[in-house]
């Protein structure tokens, strides 16, 4: 296109320009197909490991809700230990379903602090 004058050759400088914005057009539909199907898949992964975590969680609460995650000795958790080992109901524990609630808490904590 640069060697075609603008006034003398009109016409065939408007296809030209015509055809280059076609090229582009379709170079850009292309690249948005490509972004949104990278897209869907990061979010099929991001979903799929979410309910595949969930899943487990569930399992693990279910199999060993009876079951303390940390004894402690007497008298450790006074105050708060029935509700530290509320699903178990053993004395000085913590149980499954609290341990899984104190991390969440501790890791959100934590990125709210940008550490992670």
Not at 64 to 93: E, M, R
Request: with cysteine; hydrophobic share 50%.
């Amino acid at each position: 296109m640069a060697g075609l004058s603008m006034v003398d050759e009109f016409a065939k400088c408007a296809k030209l320009q015509r055809r280059c914005n076609h090229v582009e057009n379709i170079l850009k539909e292309n690249m948005n197909q490509r972004l949104n199907q990278k897209i869907k898949l990061q979010m099929l992964l991001i979903y799929s490991f979410r309910v595949l975590n969930g899943a487990l969680i569930l399992w693990l609460w279910y199999m060993y809700k009876d079951k303390p995650v940390i004894v402690f000795s007497d008298d450790l958790l006074w105050p708060i230990q029935n509700f530290l080992s509320w699903p178990c109901q053993h004395k000085n524990a913590i149980s499954l379903l609290i341990w899984l609630i104190i991390t969440r808490l501790g890791i959100s904590a934590c990125k709210k602090l940008c550490v992670i």
